[in-house]
């Protein structure tokens, strides 16, 4: 069993960066897809970005590509989101999911694990 932590969500204006932290327990962290999913009030939960278990391969919703940055520290459990150039429409709770499977998929129902979330804020 995997329990993951986020972190680093905030306030901030459009145009701005922040960056989320996700940590996760246990010895397995380097063997799991990692992914982080978006939730707006009264939406259903959307994928934001994947990494593959080695960090060698990404992938990304286009609503961000460009804009966001997914990387894996696996010495330290960690999977990080970089925002950049943040837009209202980014505003949402953001959560990270270990997957099912070791490759990287854009559905909610190929993660196993789930944090429980980060909320970013961008103001107009």
């Known amino acids: 069993q995997v329990q993951l932590v986020e972190s680093g969500g905030g306030l901030v204006q459009a145009g701005g960066s922040l960056r989320l932290s996700c940590v996760a327990s246990g010895r397995t962290f380097s063997t799991y897809a990692m992914g982080w999913f978006r939730q707006a009030p009264g939406k259903e939960r959307d994928f934001v970005a994947g990494?593959?278990?080695?960090?060698?391969?990404?992938y990304y919703a286009d609503s961000v590509k460009g804009r966001f940055t997914i990387a894996r520290a696996n010495a330290k459990n960690t999977v990080y989101l970089q925002l950049s150039n943040l837009k209202p429409e980014d505003t949402a709770a953001y959560y990270c999911a270990a997957g099912r499977f070791p490759t990287i998929s854009t559905r909610v129902d190929n993660y196993a694990y789930w944090g429980q979330g980060t909320q970013v804020t961008v103001s107009s």
């Open positions: 990494i593959s278990p080695s960090g060698g391969s990404t």
